[in-house]
C-alpha cells in the first residue's frame, strides 16, 4: 500500500500534496451499479482516460465514481472534482464544473476570481499551479469536460 | 570507443545548445521527435535564401537556374547518403507520415485488392499503420500483425505466420521509437522474400539519421524517412522507391509541375521524381537535408554509430543504478539505438517529463504515437530520452540528477492508483517477464520468479536466469491475485 503524501516535505507550486493525496487515494474511485449515465472521456495527445458514472435522482447527483488512467494532475483534478460534487443539486454541479473551467483557463488570479462569478470551488482551488503549465491544462480539465457532458447526458432522459 | 574529441567538437557546431534554461545548461534528449541543426545546415539554408532563391523549374532566368540545380544537386546528396545511383528515384516529401501516405494512395490503392493481406508489426509508429489500416478497410483487406517479444524485439516466429497468409505487402520499421530496437532488415527480408512476390516498405525515420544506410543491401523496395530527425529543417522528408515500381504508381497530387501535358479533358504526367511532387517543393528543406548528410558524412555514420552506442551503454548503466527506474527494451546495444524509453516508479510520464523539463531537461512522455503497442505492453506510456551526435555522458548525468529531483517531490506516491489496478503484460527488460511495475512488492518475473530490477542490489538473482524468449505470446491471467495462481509450467529455474 503506497504512503500517503503527507510525509512528502516539499511544497511544489504544481505538484501541491493535496493533489500527491488525491493521486495516490483517489476518492470516488470505483464504478457505480446502476448509473444515471456513464460517459467516457480522453485526452487524445496524451492518451489519458476517464470514465465517469453519475447517479442523478431528483435533480440532485445521488452518487458519483470514476475509474481511469492518467497523470498525476488528471487523476487528483477527477478525484476532487467528484467528492466535491457528491450530494450536491445538477444545477450546483453544473456551476462548479464551470467555475472551475474558467479559473483555469483564466490568465492570472484577478481574472479568475471574475470569472468564479463568487462560486467557492473549494479544494480544486490547489490546481491553480496548472495555469503555468498550458500543455497540462487539458490534464486538469479531463474530468471537468467529461463530468459537464454526462451532466447533459443526464438531464436527457 | 568513439572519438571523445570529435564529438566534443560537435555540440559547438548547434547553436541552440549554447542556450541556459534557467540557468541550467539545455539537456536536450527529444531528437528521435526532432533534432537540433548545426550551424552548416542553418548556413546552408541562409545561404541559399540570401543569394540563390527562386522558384525552381521554367524561370528562364539566372536565379531560377541556380535554384534549380541546387535543388537537384540537393537530391542528389541525399540519394548518395542512402547509396542510390538513380537520384531519380529519391522523391522529396514532407515527412516520412507523407511518404507512407503517397504509398498508401498509389501503390496501395492500385495493388491492394478485398481479401489480400498486409503484415505490419504492432510496434509500428501511427505514421505506419494507420495509412494502411484505413486502406485495409476501404479494400476489405487483412492486417496480419507481427508481435513483439518480451525484450522488445521482433518476434520473427510471428513474421513467419504472418508470412503465410502471402502478405502483397509487408511494411516495417527499422528502428523502433519506444524501444530503440533495431529490426533485423536483412533477415525480415530474406525471409519474407523466400514466401514468394512481395512488396517491402522500410520505415526509416528512426534508422536512417544513425545507421549506415544503403537501400541495395536492406533489400527493401521502398524507404521512407525524415529530415527534421537527422538535422535538417522541417517539411522535408523523402521516399525512396525502386524505378519500375514508382514508374507503375498511379500519381498522388496533382497540379503543378507533376505533368508532361494537360488538355481541357484530360492530362499527362511527368518522368521521376516530378510526378510525385506537385507544387512548388520545399526547396530550401532539401538544400538544408543535403547539408546535413553533408554534416553526417564528414563525422561518419559508423563514427556516429559508436557514438550511440556509448552513449546508450552509459545511460542504461546509470538509469539502472536509479532506484524504481527500469529501461525497456533490449539491454544490448547492438540491437538498439537512439531512443531509450524507461519506466520511473509508478509515476506518470507526463509528470516526470514535467518535472524533467523544470530541470531543463528535454525529454518525451506518452504513448509516442504507438498506441497499440502500449495496449500490447500494458503501459499507459512511457518516458523517452532519445540521443543523436550533440549528446554526451553528461546529459544523461543530467537526466539522472533530475530524476532524484521527480523522486523528491513523489515521494511517498510511488504507486500511481492505476498500478495495482493495471498490472503491465509484460516487462521488457532483460527479457523478464513482469506483471508488476518494479515499485510494487509484487513484481517479479512470472517465468522464473525472480525479483525485480527493483530489488536486484539486495538479491543478484537477475543475472542466474535465462528465460525462454522464443514463446510468442505470454497469456497472462490479470485477474487472479498472484498468490492464488497455479505457478505456471516450468516454474522456478534459478534457486
Redesign the interface.
Known amino acids: 500500500m503506497?504512503?500517503?503524501?503527507?510525509?512528502?516535505?516539499?511544497n511544489?507550486d504544481?505538484?501541491r500534496q493535496i493533489i500527491?493525496d488525491h493521486?495516490?487515494?483517489?476518492r470516488c474511485?470505483h464504478r457505480l451499479e446502476h448509473p444515471t449515465c456513464s460517459v467516457e472521456g480522453t485526452n487524445p495527445?496524451?492518451?489519458?482516460e476517464i470514465e465517469l458514472d453519475l447517479l442523478v435522482k431528483d435533480g440532485v447527483v445521488q452518487d458519483v465514481g470514476f475509474?481511469?488512467?492518467?497523470?498525476?494532475?488528471s487523476?487528483a483534478a477527477a478525484s476532487m472534482l467528484a467528492e466535491a460534487i457528491k450530494g450536491q443539486p445538477v444545477a450546483k454541479v453544473r456551476q462548479l464544473a464551470q467555475a472551475f473551467k474558467a479559473r483555469l483557463l483564466s490568465h492570472d488570479d484577478a481574472q479568475a476570481a471574475q470569472e468564479a462569478q463568487g462560486v467557492d470551488i473549494g479544494e480544486l482551488e490547489a490546481l491553480d499551479g496548472v495555469r503555468d503549465?498550458p500543455v497540462?491544462i487539458k490534464?486538469a480539465l479531463l474530468g471537468c469536460n467529461t463530468l459537464l457532458t454526462a451532466l447533459d447526458e443526464a438531464q436527457k432522459d | 570507443m568513439y572519438n571523445k574529441q570529435l564529438f566534443a567538437h560537435v555540440r559547438g557546431d548547434f547553436p541552440i545548445l549554447k542556450q541556459r534554461f534557467q540557468g541550467q545548461p539545455l539537456t536536450y534528449l527529444d531528437s528521435a521527435a526532432s533534432s537540433q541543426q548545426p550551424e552548416q545546415v542553418i548556413e546552408a539554408v541562409a545561404e541559399f535564401t540570401r543569394t540563390s532563391y527562386a522558384n525552381i523549374h521554367r524561370g528562364l532566368y539566372h536565379l531560377s537556374e541556380l535554384s534549380t540545380d541546387l535543388y537537384d544537386r540537393a537530391r542528389q546528396r541525399v540519394a548518395r547518403f542512402i547509396g542510390v545511383e538513380d537520384a531519380p528515384t529519391v522523391i522529396f516529401t514532407r515527412n516520412t507520415t507523407e511518404s507512407l501516405n503517397l504509398l498508401a494512395y498509389t501503390w496501395g490503392e492500385k495493388y491492394i485488392e478485398e481479401g489480400d493481406s498486409i503484415a505490419l508489426p504492432v510496434l509500428e509508429h501511427h505514421s505506419d499503420l494507420v495509412p494502411w489500416q484505413q486502406l485495409a478497410l476501404r479494400k476489405k483487406a487483412q492486417l496480419r500483425w507481427i508481435e513483439i517479444r518480451p525484450d522488445g524485439t521482433l518476434d520473427l516466429d510471428s513474421l513467419q505466420e504472418a508470412l503465410t497468409h502471402k502478405p502483397k505487402l509487408l511494411t516495417f520499421t527499422w528502428v523502433s521509437n519506444v524501444f530503440g530496437t533495431i529490426n533485423p532488415v536483412e533477415e525480415i527480408v530474406r525471409l519474407a522474400r523466400a514466401q514468394g512476390p512481395i512488396t517491402i516498405i522500410l520505415d526509416g525515420a528512426q534508422g536512417v539519421p544513425h545507421l549506415k544506410t544503403d537501400v541495395q543491401r536492406l533489400g527493401v523496395d521502398f524507404l521512407a524517412f525524415s529530415g527534421h530527425k537527422m538535422l535538417s529543417p522541417t517539411g522535408i522528408g523523402v521516399l525512396w522507391g525502386k524505378r519500375e515500381l514508382l514508374e507503375r504508381m498511379p500519381a498522388f497530387l496533382f497540379g503543378g509541375s507533376m505533368i508532361s501535358s494537360v488538355k481541357r479533358d484530360r492530362s499527362s504526367w511527368d518522368v521521376l521524381p516530378n510526378r510525385f511532387e506537385a507544387g512548388t517543393p520545399n526547396i530550401s528543406g532539401a538544400i538544408g537535408l543535403a547539408a546535413a548528410c553533408d554534416y553526417l558524412d564528414s563525422l561518419g555514420m559508423e563514427e556516429i554509430r559508436r557514438h550511440d552506442q556509448a552513449l546508450m551503454s552509459y545511460a542504461i548503466e546509470q538509469l539502472n543504478n536509479v532506484p524504481g527506474a527500469e529501461v525497456l527494451g533490449p539491454l544490448d546495444v547492438n540491437q538498439r539505438c537512439g531512443v531509450l524509453s524507461f519506466y520511473f516508479k509508478g509515476i506518470h510520464p507526463h509528470d516526470i517529463s514535467t518535472l524533467l523539463g523544470r530541470e531543463g531537461v528535454c525529454v518525451r512522455a506518452g504513448h509516442h504515437c504507438c498506441q497499440p503497442l502500449m495496449r500490447e505492453i500494458g503501459m499507459g506510456g512511457t518516458t523517452r530520452a532519445s540521443f543523436y551526435v550533440y549528446n554526451n555522458e553528461e546529459d544523461v548525468d543530467r537526466l539522472v540528477a533530475a530524476l532524484g529531483k521527480v523522486a523528491q517531490v513523489f515521494k511517498g506516491v510511488e504507486c500511481g492508483p492505476g498500478c495495482e489496478l493495471r498490472p503491465r503484460k509484460v516487462l521488457v527488460q532483460s527479457g523478464h517477464r513482469q506483471l508488476w511495475p518494479a515499485c510494487c512488492p509484487k513484481s517479479q518475473c512470472t517465468t522464473c520468479l525472480a525479483p525485480s530490477a527493483h530489488n536486484r542490489a539486495l538479491s543478484n538473482t537477475m543475472d542466474s536466469c535465462s528465460p525462454d524468449l522464443t514463446t510468442p505470446t505470454l497469456n497472462v491471467d490479470l485477474t487472479t491475485p498472484r498468490s492464488q495462481q497455479v505457478p505456471s509450467e516450468g516454474g522456478r529455474k534459478d534457486a
Not at chain 1, 503506497?2 to 516539499?10: E, G, K, R, V, Y
Not at chain 1, 495527445?45 to 489519458?48: A, I
Open positions: 503506497p504512503n500517503t503524501a503527507s510525509d512528502n516535505l516539499i511544489d504544481l505538484y500527491l493521486y495516490s487515494r483517489p474511485n495527445s496524451c492518451g489519458d475509474v481511469g488512467e492518467g497523470c498525476s494532475i487523476m503549465y497540462r490534464c
